[in-house]
């Protein structure tokens, strides 16, 4: 891992990595692999290319791409790629690795935002760089790639860089990740206090050196793994004046990186001072150095102002780098920014103290991050005094803390002027653990007055990052067999990591002395590794040629899982074995291997050599064979190819086309055909009752159509269908069928079906018949006949028909009724009735039970308010729900019947309302003076309280109602007011029994009391005016109507 001090060019314009052995240096930290932690916002992250060019005799020039992640979802990740150039300095003897016949031109930053970067993102910053060297040479070059601003909020677990071989970035492309978890952000934190004057003002400051710690590699035990920081807390006094409200806002920048960095900070107080609120001060800082990894305050911001209240503040920072590409300065277009509301994050503006005040300053302490603890050491001279305590007890200095510890706090004795305290702390990580944290400490300052200043809080306190990493060795032997005298044989071994990287490749000089060596893979992240040997002249691995080494960490680690070990054993190939070829025969399902036909064919030999498989086994390779036994292939090219059987298909071979060379002496070819039977899928259609037609399907089976149709009794049937998931979805039969039964039979049952939906789930199994059959069932109805008296008319009768999904109303005219010809499900119960039946009307049921369309049974009554349908008939007896509510002559009547209906049946049933009257006294002791046409009924209670005026005449009493009612006087047209009185004394007594009124009605009944008081009548005289008299009798006539109930329906 390059270390966060490695990051900058050195004074020679080189990077500070050296490099490997055969390139003349030492050590190097430079990685194909993983760069790990430790790389912040504005870190110069280095990157080498070297490239060889091992031609004999040619000199090369060509082109590659250099590349970084530059934007996702417009969050920024690497932002430049600077200081391209080849590593030639004389004048630094470790970098002199490039052959001075290397030469480089280096293209403008362009950014691809096709994504066309294999495995790239939104936009990717690329440079193309164009390469000359001669034959047998050398080159090294080295660059920068600068972390943007924002960075530390890429999503993703890691940044990468890449290298692309071709203009098209498809070619060669290699890799290299940092991760972006740990990435600490260039940022700004401030404090704001606001008194009110006069007095003298306390404010507090804090500021934490290193801003982010990295305790290294925990394996390497050469070294402790702890680090010291550094948290400065200074408080001052400021004087203020008398009737104004002093604000002070202190303003910190963090710059996390491993060189400076120039910032320039904008500091906006905003207030109200009557007018809303509105800026009151701005300041600048001008051009700031922030130093490495550190937390500066940049300036403190004072302002004063009389009476002003909802004070808030705005820092925003712009930064500068002080690298230059080329002569031009290398631009920073990201900003940082910082808000305080000092009512809502501060304490709001605090009263002033007159006098002269003192001050006590606590400091707080805590960590985060497993495996992590610290300690205070102590304060540095010249600190104000104080004592810690844990948790309210005094606290023993270098006593390591972890996150499950109480907060350490710091509390200094009574403070009467500036001052400050330094404290020495110790950030420290067990061995072989690889974490990440943070250190976070906040201040306040408590007046003797009440007043309070802080530097962070715990909601946003000061941090230091922490993190450390675990870096394990793996020691890898390799032994061959014991060379002749003077021989040599270089190995190597390459290992990859999870993401099939190649991070490392160990070189094995072997010699007639040392024929078993050992080599470390140093420093290799917490990974699952795999080792393989790339070359070794002729030798083979004696055992599996590929080998996987877990390094990842286990829960608990220890220092002994820091290292681990791996070897090969290599041995001579067989001298002078023959190439063999073998075949292997798969079938799905299995058990049905034997009788296929192979045919190899190849330029060395002369036509071509059959095989028919024989051995039922699905995992064992048989050998080709000649005269002489096992066939020995000479080198060349070879095909196997089978001969494909109806009914079947091929879904794989492996290993089928093959080349022999010399070096394959001691192998069999092996050739895999993996065969699967095809199936049949068999779709069914019943109809219930038979003889349905038209019924629609769609599927997805094969590519020659997605839809048929099918008629009762008939079938579709699919052959040679591959195995896998197929649907057959049977069109919406509606309104005249539904589905109502689904079922698929099959070898192994694992299909499924969906009846809601109608729809089978096919798994089609290897060599399978699945057969689905779709059952409809045609739907029923209900229709009415309504008769009057026995006859059809034009009378108003109304009806609901009710069940699941159905809730609908019918009325006649006309007298045949299919209720807008809805659909009934069979064995389902629905409720047929007739509502709204006028007093004294009752219908007389009947139901069709032979199937012609008419009527031809009676239904009894039950006096029940409910009747269960009888299985026999499918229908119950006729009821009344209401039967048990009290009724009189207002009250309309409801009778229903329950009944299912058979698949495809339409059930009739014919209702005949008759004249029912049933005179019921009510109350049952009252005597009744006049019972009308109705049914309703007139009673000495109902006369007593409610006397009827006709012209001058009083009618209060069941003896003259029932004299004028029944004398013929009152029914006579020759005596016109008579008549008239008659008609509207009954009008007036149906409505005061509830008859409805309307506009018509009222009018009429007006027109006639005011024609009886225009000519005086009292009920002695039935004579009037001719006139009058015309009128008088068409009123009467109207007036009957009403009377009837044909007026107001």
């Avoid at 982010?212 to 400065?232: K, M, P």
């Avoid at 007046?447 to 990493?469: H, K, L, Q």
């Avoid at 008629?711 to 057959?728: E, I, K, L, R």
């Avoid at 919406?732 to 698929?744: E, F, M």
Wanted: with cysteine; aromatic share 8%; glycine share 8%.
């Amino acid at each position: 891992m390059i270390t966060p001090g490695g990051t900058l060019p050195n004074t020679d314009g080189n990077f500070t990595c050296q490099d490997v052995n055969s390139l003349g240096g030492n050590d190097t930290p430079y990685t194909s692999g993983n760069l790990g932690k430790g790389w912040h916002e504005l870190d110069l992250v280095p990157h080498r290319l070297i490239t060889k060019n091992n031609q004999n005799g040619t000199n090369a020039q060509y082109n590659v791409l250099i590349a970084a992640d530059n934007a996702l979802n417009s969050v920024e990740g690497y932002d430049q790629i600077f200081d391209v150039q080849i590593i030639t300095s004389s004048s630094d003897s470790l970098n002199v690795f490039s052959d001075p016949s290397c030469s480089l031109i280096v293209g403008p930053q362009l950014i691809d935002q096709t994504g066309t970067v294999t495995g790239g993102i939104d936009d990717v910053i690329y440079r193309e760089l164009t390469i000359s060297q001669n034959a047998n040479t050398t080159c090294v070059i080295d660059w920068a790639s600068r972390l943007a601003i924002g960075a530390s909020q890429f999503s993703g677990s890691s940044l990468q860089a890449y290298m692309f071989e071709s203009e098209d970035f498809t070619k060669g492309k290699r890799t290299v990740p940092i991760p972006v978890k740990d990435i600490v952000a260039a940022s700004l934190r401030k404090d704001m206090t606001a008194t009110q004057g006069g007095g003298d003002i306390w404010n507090v400051t804090k500021q934490a050196s290193p801003t982010a710690v990295n305790l290294g590699d925990t394996c390497d035990t050469s070294v402790t793994n702890e680090q010291d920081v550094e948290i400065r807390v200074e408080w001052s006094v400021i004087p203020s004046t008398a009737g104004e409200v002093l604000v002070v806002t202190n303003i910190y920048a963090t710059n996390p990186a491993a060189r400076a960095i120039t910032i320039n900070v904008t500091d906006t107080i905003s207030g109200n001072i009557g007018a809303g609120i509105v800026p009151l001060d701005v300041a600048s800082s001008g051009d700031v150095t922030l130093p490495p990894n550190q937390d500066v305050n940049v300036f403190t911001h004072t302002f004063s102002a009389a009476g002003v209240t909802d004070l808030s503040d705005t820092v925003v920072a712009t930064y500068s780098d002080p690298v230059s590409s080329g002569s031009a300065p290398l631009p920073i277009t990201g900003q940082t920014s910082a808000s305080f509301d000092l009512d809502t994050d501060g304490a709001g503006i605090q009263p002033g103290s007159q006098d002269n005040t003192m001050a006590v300053i606590t400091d707080t302490e805590t960590i985060t991050g497993n495996g992590l603890s610290y300690a205070a050491l102590g304060t540095v001279a010249g600190s104000a005094n104080g004592d810690f305590t844990l948790d309210g007890m005094a606290y023993t200095l270098a006593t390591l803390l972890d996150q499950n510890n109480k907060n350490l706090l710091w509390t200094s004795v009574s403070q009467s002027a500036a001052n400050s305290v330094v404290f020495n702390k110790r950030v420290s990580v067990p061995a072989a653990t690889a974490t990440s944290g943070v250190l976070s400490d906040w201040a306040l300052l408590t007046a003797s007055d009440g007043a309070t200043a802080s530097s962070g809080t715990s909601e946003s306190p000061v941090n230091i990052s922490v993190i450390s990493t675990a870096l394990i060795d793996l020691t890898v032997s390799v032994e061959i067999p014991v060379l002749a005298t003077s021989e040599t044989l270089t190995c190597e071994v390459e290992v990859k990591n999870s993401s099939n990287v190649v991070v490392d490749t160990l070189t094995y000089m072997f010699d007639d002395i040392n024929n078993v060596l050992s080599i470390d893979a140093s420093d290799l992240i917490p990974d699952v590794y795999t080792l393989s040997v790339s070359t070794c002249g002729t030798l083979i691995v004696d055992g599996p040629a590929i080998q996987t080494v877990d390094l990842t960490l286990p829960a608990q680690p220890t220092i002994d899982d820091c290292s681990d070990t791996a070897s090969f054993v290599l041995i001579e190939p067989e001298v002078d074995a023959p190439v063999l070829v073998s075949v292997n025969k798969v079938t799905l399902p299995a058990g049905l291997e034997n009788d296929w036909v192979m045919t190899l064919a190849g330029s060395p030999l002369i036509g071509s050599v059959e095989l028919i498989t024989a051995d039922s086994n699905a995992s064992a390779f048989e050998l080709f064979q000649d005269n002489a036994g096992p066939l020995k292939l000479a080198p060349g090219e070879y095909t196997i190819a089978e001969t494909l059987k109806p009914g079947w298909e091929q879904i794989s071979s492996t290993g089928c086309e093959f080349t022999v060379t010399e070096n394959d002496t001691g192998t069999t070819k092996a050739c895999s055909f993996t065969n699967r039977q095809l199936g049949t899928i068999i779709i069914h259609k019943v109809s219930e009752p038979s003889g349905g037609e038209g019924f629609g399907f769609t599927h997805n089976i094969g590519d020659t159509g997605t839809t048929f149709t099918l008629n009762d009794a008939d079938n579709q049937t699919f052959m040679n269908v591959p195995a896998g998931s197929y649907t057959v979805t049977e069109d919406n039969p509606a309104p005249t069928y539904s589905l109502s039964n689904l079922v698929c039979t099959e070898g192994t049952q694992n299909s499924s079906v969906d009846v809601n939906n109608r729809r089978a789930n096919i798994e089609l199994d290897p060599g399978e018949t699945v057969e689905c059959t779709f059952t409809n069932s045609e739907k029923g109805m209900v229709e009415v006949l309504k008769l009057t008296k026995g006859y059809e008319t034009d009378d108003i009768w109304d009806f609901t028909l009710t069940g699941p999904s159905v809730n609908t109303l019918a009325s006649t005219p006309p007298t045949s009724l299919d209720f807008s010809g809805v659909k009934l499900d069979s064995g389902v119960e629905y409720t047929l009735c007739e509502v709204n039946i006028p007093f004294g009307w009752r219908p007389i049921w009947r139901v069709d039970t032979d199937g012609d369309g008419s009527a031809d049974t009676s239904i009894t009554y039950t006096d029940g308010t409910s009747s269960v349908i009888e299985p026999e008939l499918g229908y119950s007896e006729v009821f009344n729900p209401n039967a048990e509510a009290p009724t009189d002559y207002k009250s309309t009547s409801t009778y229903c019947v329950n009944f299912t209906v058979d698949n495809g049946q339409t059930l009739v049933f014919e209702l005949n309302n008759v004249k029912y009257y049933k005179v019921v006294s009510y109350p049952p002791q009252e005597e009744v003076c006049y019972v009308m046409k109705q049914g309703y009924e007139v009673t000495e209670a109902h006369m007593a309280n409610n006397a009827y005026s006709v012209g001058y005449m009083r009618i209060d009493s069941c003896e003259l109602l029932s004299t004028l009612f029944n004398s013929h006087y009152y029914n006579n047209r020759r005596l016109p007011a008579h008549y008239l009185a008659g008609k509207l004394l009954k009008t007036k007594v149906y409505q005061s029994l509830g008859y409805a009124m309307c506009d018509k009605s009222s009018r009429l009944m007006q027109d006639g009391q005011n024609l009886l008081l225009h000519v005086g009548y009292d009920g002695s005289y039935g004579y009037m005016p001719r006139k009058d008299a015309r009128a008088a009798k068409k009123l009467a006539l109207l007036l009957n109507i009403y009377s009837r109930g044909r007026m107001c329906r």
